[in-house]
């Protein structure tokens, strides 16, 4: 077993860390203060050829692997998690599925521009009604002619107000159950009836826009049909396999984050003539907070490899983001003692990623689903 990164990597990612220290580590509070979600960044992020890592050359992406994807999405949670949940959402969530379900022309026309970064994607499944069951769902297309008609609304739904395209779940047959879903590309701009309704206030992540959609009578063509009709579950199921990879990536990067900040303020701080970290109390709480990180970069890694390889992961990636996501909100809770009453304020960066961490163990499954996956998987 080789844990040495392949030197293509060890590029991508220090490309990327470079650019998080020198563009996005100093604005990264005051686009969370002011709720503001950063354009320019994505656009540089697009200029650097991030937008479609693990998108196949063919279709404008960098035609990187899983792997790739997880260090570039941890380098930029390490700095702000905002702005890696919208890059994870852009990727896992509304870029792979085109590119794994879609047509040759739905490829061309959808996730080439998506993957070579002229506009973000969303991803919509949740509804408001609905949480972990999130195959219960009331939004409907129905065939009407060549066209399909959307009703319905949609919860929490990452880049919606940004996003040049969305892929959408809907009933499509009411008697089939997990079988009657399909997945359907629905242009906020171009299609009628398409309204992003709230964009929500979070606890943390506030420059990645969270949204509520309504569709009213959403008409589109037939060929927006997304691989075929009565397989959005099934496709669900896959783009989650990767996704949570992503959110599991995300989640080291934030811990890494938080260690960081606590490690470099106990080497300055002193106390009674010597500096906090040499104090046992710190010292363990620090080793402490590495031995979390480490554990969740390497179940991160081992998931996305296994992917690669193209070998089953639900088992492997359900725990990767189980362990990383409470890693993160562990580590960085960690972080906010370390600093003390500094951790608690604004000036310093451990309670944005304590707030921004929670979400990690919410988002794309719960811890308790995460559970139930994989003991479903173990056979228990």
């Excluded at 686009?31 to 404008?60: C, K, Q, T, W």
């Excluded at 509520?212 to 008409?219: P, T």
């Excluded at 040499?278 to 554990?295: G, N, P, Q, S």
């Amino acid at each position: 077993m080789d844990f040495e990164l392949p030197s293509e990597h060890r590029m991508i990612r220090d490309t990327v860390r470079e650019f998080c220290e020198e563009e996005i580590s100093p604005i990264a509070q005051e686009i969370e203060d002011e709720h503001r979600f950063p354009e320019e960044i994505f656009e540089e992020l697009a200029d650097l050829d991030m937008l479609g890592v693990p998108i196949s050359e063919e279709y404008g992406g960098l035609g990187g692997d899983q792997l790739m994807y997880a260090l570039v999405t941890e380098e930029l949670g390490r700095v702000s998690g905002g702005i890696g949940l919208s890059y994870a959402a852009h990727i896992s969530l509304a870029s792979k599925p085109i590119e794994l379900f879609g047509t040759e022309e739905q490829k061309e026309r959808w996730l080439r521009p998506l993957a070579e970064g002229e506009y973000l994607g969303g991803w919509a499944l949740t509804e408001p009604s609905s949480g972990s069951d999130a195959s219960d769902m009331d939004t409907t297309a129905e065939k009407d002619g060549d066209e399909w008609v959307i009703d319905g609304s949609k919860q929490f739904i990452t880049n919606a107000n940004v996003a040049g395209s969305v892929l959408v779940k809907a009933v499509t047959d009411p008697g089939e159950g997990y079988d009657g879903i399909s997945t359907f590309i629905v242009d906020p701009e171009e299609d009628d009836g398409f309204e992003v309704t709230t964009v929500w206030d979070k606890m943390g992540l506030n420059c990645s826009p969270t949204c509520e959609l309504a569709f009213d009578e959403v008409r589109i063509p037939e060929d927006r049909l997304l691989g075929e009709e009565g397989a959005g579950w099934k496709q669900t199921m896959k783009t989650l396999d990767g996704g949570r990879i992503s959110i599991a990536a995300l989640s080291t990067g934030l811990a890494q984050g938080a260690y960081e900040a606590a490690k470099t303020y106990a080497g300055d701080r002193e106390q009674f003539g010597k500096p906090i970290s040499k104090f046992d109390a710190i010292r363990d709480k620090l080793v402490d907070m590495h031995r979390k990180t480490e554990r969740a970069r390497l179940l991160t890694h081992k998931a996305a490899t296994r992917y690669d390889a193209g070998e089953s992961v639900s088992r492997e990636s359900a725990l990767a983001k189980l362990d990383a996501s409470e890693a993160a909100r562990e580590v960085a809770e960690d972080a906010v003692q370390v600093l003390g009453g500094y951790g608690y304020t604004e000036d310093f960066a451990p309670q944005r990623f304590y707030r921004d961490a929670k979400l990690m163990e919410i988002g794309e499954g719960t811890s308790e689903i995460q559970h139930l996956v994989i003991g479903r998987e173990l056979g228990l």
